[in-house]
């Protein structure tokens, strides 16, 4: 008889069902995940203890948000950090153009290695920046964010990078409905509809993933510098 895993133990993920969900970005996706499992947790941009169960609490977690992608255009990954959702979602949707953003040097520098390494460097780009610094400057159909701030505040570094009728896609956890509701004046200024809170779900086995959805409805004039957002 064997013996039943340890409490603090993730269930294993299936992997026949993981390699049939990614489809043909399985190898890049599962190169991703050594990546991360290794020089991701040697320097620090994951914690050791999440190395174990990167399928199913980082990966498919971030998959999630493809069911909601455009058939074609641009998507802005924003706070990209070790590269999630971005990395996961241009090695699905290899046909969009991503950008990744993110303000630290050394997640930067990461970044462009996990591009090279996995050769999407024709259809990733990574920009060292603020969301806030390039208002005015970059525009995309959609805008990916993953545990970077609360809605409200997300949205107005988030808003005005996604073009008119284009959505700000947030992967949230099981407070979203509420953040969504605290949000609605902080979106409807910014030009936002009202936020959709919308399950993702992936493989059997492995919790649906909380999206929020919120469309570009209307262009309003940019906040003063001194009115913005800081984090």
Do not use: C
Not at 23 to 36: H, P, S, T, W, Y
């Amino acid at each position: 008889m064997t013996d039943a895993p340890a409490a603090h133990e993730p269930e294993p993920v299936n992997r026949d069902l993981v390699v049939e969900y990614f489809g043909a970005a399985f190898d890049r996706v599962d190169r991703f995940r050594e990546m991360l499992a290794g020089e991701g947790v040697t320097r620090g941009l994951i914690g050791p203890r999440e190395a174990p169960r990167l399928w199913e609490r980082h990966l498919l977690n971030s998959a999630s948000v493809a069911a909601f992608l455009p058939e074609q255009g641009s998507v802005i990954d924003v706070g990209s950090g070790a590269g999630l959702p971005g990395v996961v979602l241009a090695a699905m949707r290899p046909d969009l153009t991503v950008t990744l953003v993110e303000p630290m040097l050394r997640r930067v520098t990461w970044l462009e290695e996990v591009v090279e390494t996995l050769e999407l460097a024709g259809s990733v780009s990574v920009v060292r920046a603020r969301a806030e610094e390039l208002h005015g400057t970059l525009l995309a159909d959609v805008v990916t964010a993953r545990a970077v701030a609360p809605l409200d505040r997300l949205a107005g570094w988030t808003l005005p990078l996604v073009r008119q009728g284009g959505a700000l896609l947030a992967l949230k956890g099981s407070q979203a409905a509420v953040e969504a509701a605290d949000a609605a004046p902080a979106l409807s200024a910014l030009g936002g509809g009202p936020a959709e809170v919308l399950d993702a779900p992936t493989i059997p086995g492995v919790d649906s993933t909380v999206v929020v959805r919120v469309v570009r409805e209307r262009v309003v004039p940019p906040a003063p510098q001194g009115k913005r957002g800081r984090r």
